[in-house]
């Protein structure tokens, strides 16, 4: 209708000018008839709005005008798609989630977290964690619906066995022998630590130990006991008498002398001749030289198959546990020679009374 209009008016201008007048009359209407148009244009858009979807009809041009015009009152945090800028078309969908700030203890570390996850589930999959993964522990559940300000705690959680040794203490067994004087002790055995190992089931939370269980104990080496000999003897009966010695000194040596230039450089004409070291003259089945450091001169002893001595002399090769017994014949003191490990009981100053 327009153009058979324009047809009949362009028909009655003969004159060039006219035409032209004409020509930009009409550009100027299809401008203005085109501008109005676009302002007028609406579009029917799908949106999105946390989960709330809606279809709306709207002449906002861009993705931003159209929120603005829904009161959306969106952050530089949410999630907006398409972009803010993008313009508008028939059948688009816009999609806009709004972030929400948690409270995030990550490993035991509290930090401030923004995220558009609707659920716990979601958000530990956006931070890239497998829930699948067995040593991972997240409160509240993975279904629990998030909310602002809310908390949410990602724990690294394991069990594992542990081993750990130990010493075993040895003890002192203390064995009464009633070989031994009374108050004497005497080490039989020395004592060694044994080792032991424990198996320990270990849980942990974020590094730190929260449970600890022993399972298992083995022994990897047996302790040995330290054993004590204490003396139960109070008084003995050996040779025909009856003492309570004062202490006994095992394994002496014994050997014998004469008072002969031999054993003793003196003859017998020589005014020392049979004297000891105490002053007493030496006697046969008496006299006995000792080192004073371990017999005191002047004691009664009794060795084991010899019998009572007194110890009144010395000697210079007489020195510790050993013990010259004097015979008169040379010959009975050199073919005594050296016998060992002999028991001798330190009685004291005093005879033993002789049994009846």
């Given at each position: 209708?327009?153009?058979?209009?324009?047809?009949?008016?362009?028909?009655?201008?003969?004159?060039?000018?006219?035409?032209?007048?004409?020509?930009?009359?009409?550009?100027?209407?299809?401008?203005?008839?085109?501008?109005?148009?676009?302002?007028?244009?609406?579009?029917?858009?799908?949106?999105?709005?946390?989960?709330?979807?809606?279809?709306?009809?709207?002449?906002?041009?861009?993705?931003?005008?159209?929120?603005?015009?829904?009161?959306?009152?969106?952050?530089?945090?949410?999630?907006?798609?398409?972009?803010?800028?993008?313009?508008?078309?028939?059948?688009?969908?816009?999609?806009?989630?709004?972030?929400?700030?948690?409270?995030?203890?990550?490993?035991?570390?509290?930090?401030?977290?923004?995220?558009?996850?609707?659920?716990?589930?979601?958000?530990?999959?956006?931070?890239?964690?497998?829930?699948?993964?067995?040593?991972?522990?997240?409160?509240?559940?993975?279904?629990?619906?998030?909310?602002?300000?809310?908390?949410?705690?990602?724990?690294?959680?394991?069990?594992?066995?542990?081993?750990?040794?130990?010493?075993?203490?040895?003890?002192?067994?203390?064995?009464?022998?009633?070989?031994?004087?009374?108050?004497?002790?005497?080490?039989?055995?020395?004592?060694?630590?044994?080792?032991?190992?424990?198996?320990y089931q270990v849980s942990y939370r974020n590094g730190f130990q929260t449970q600890r269980e022993k399972v298992e104990t083995h022994v990897i080496e047996e302790k040995k006991d330290e054993i004590v000999a204490v003396g139960t003897m109070a008084s003995v009966s050996r040779g025909g008498y009856v003492f309570a010695p004062r202490s006994v000194l095992e394994d002496v040596t014994l050997t014998a002398y004469s008072a002969g230039e031999a054993h003793t450089g003196k003859t017998a004409d020589h005014p020392q001749y049979g004297i000891t070291r105490s002053g007493a003259r030496v006697e046969e089945g008496r006299t006995i030289a000792v080192d004073p450091n371990v017999i005191p001169l002047g004691t009664w002893v009794y060795i084991e198959d010899i019998g009572l001595r007194k110890a009144e002399d010395t000697g210079g090769a007489i020195k510790g546990n050993k013990i010259d017994v004097y015979y008169d014949s040379d010959s009975t003191a050199r073919n005594f020679g050296v016998k060992r490990n002999y028991k001798v009981y330190i009685i004291g100053k005093n005879k033993p009374a002789a049994l009846e």
């Open positions: 209708m327009i153009g058979s209009s324009l047809k009949k008016l362009w028909g009655k201008v003969s004159q060039p000018y006219t035409k032209k007048l004409l020509i930009v009359a009409c550009f100027i209407v299809a401008c203005l008839t085109l501008v109005a148009f676009s302002i007028n244009e609406e579009y029917d858009v799908q949106v999105n709005l946390n989960g709330h979807e809606m279809q709306v009809t709207t002449q906002a041009k861009t993705v931003q005008e159209l929120l603005q015009k829904l009161g959306i009152a969106y952050t530089y945090q949410d999630q907006i798609d398409p972009e803010l800028n993008t313009e508008l078309e028939s059948d688009m969908t816009i999609t806009w989630k709004q972030a929400k700030q948690l409270s995030v203890i990550r490993y035991g570390t509290l930090e401030s977290v923004w995220t558009t996850a609707q659920t716990v589930g979601e958000f530990i999959e956006e931070q890239g964690i497998e829930l699948e993964d067995e040593n991972i522990e997240v409160k509240p559940d993975p279904h629990h619906r998030l909310y602002s300000n809310q908390w949410v705690e990602i724990a690294e959680v394991y069990e594992t066995t542990e081993e750990e040794e130990f010493t075993v203490p040895y003890q002192t067994v203390r064995r009464d022998d009633p070989n031994m004087l009374q108050g004497q002790e005497k080490k039989v055995a020395d004592g060694k630590d044994g080792l032991g190992k424990n198996v």
